[in-house]
């Protein structure tokens, strides 16, 4: 069955706060061998002008990947979890993600197309802070493969 292509325009509810923790970024740092000091050192993040540890630029996936669950979960999707492989990911920063942000993001499908009998599914996951201002924004494509 083929990916709804409705789901284009679609936004789903806000998923967080999600308080990034000291910890949880020095542990993606070390699984995603991000060796610089802002990433694992608050003395160093501080000396370069950061409140806290500053997050690899990949850790919003962290935050998406709860977003992204909503749409998976949608039983109108018609996508199925065993036939989807991450095509693509991007991410547009307004500032960089440190410990002691609290995140909210919404996710929204911006894009489904079919090529050669899969599924391309976009959406972005916005992510703001404690204010309600921008910080990052996280564009993933997953390709849902058609039927054998």
């Keep these: 069955m083929a990916v709804n292509t409705e789901?284009?325009?679609?936004?789903f509810l806000p998923v967080g706060p999600y308080l990034v923790g000291r910890e949880k970024v020095?542990?993606?740092?070390r699984a995603v061998?991000?060796?610089n000091p802002i990433y694992l050192d608050v003395t160093a993040a501080r000396a370069a002008g950061h409140t806290d540890v500053v997050a690899p630029p990949t850790f919003p996936v962290v935050?998406?990947?709860?977003?992204?669950?909503?749409?998976?979960?949608e039983t109108d999707a018609n996508i199925d979890f065993s036939r989807v492989v991450h095509g693509d990911?991007?991410?547009t920063y307004s500032r960089p993600v440190v410990a002691g942000d609290e995140l909210t993001a919404t996710l929204s499908v911006t894009s489904v197309k079919t090529l050669g009998?899969?599924?391309m599914v976009t959406s972005e996951s916005v992510m703001?802070?404690?204010k309600g201002d921008h910080v990052v924004t996280a564009i993933s494509t997953l390709v849902v493969r058609g039927d054998e």
Excluded: I, K, N, Y
């Design 7 to 11: 789901l284009v325009g679609r936004e």
């Design 33 to 35: 061998f991000a060796t």
């Design 128 to 130: 703001t802070d404690a």
């Design 26 to 29: 020095r542990e993606f740092a």
């Design 89 to 91: 990911q991007r991410f």
């Design 63 to 73: 935050v998406q990947e709860l977003t992204l669950a909503q749409l998976l979960g």
């Design 117 to 119: 009998g899969h599924s």
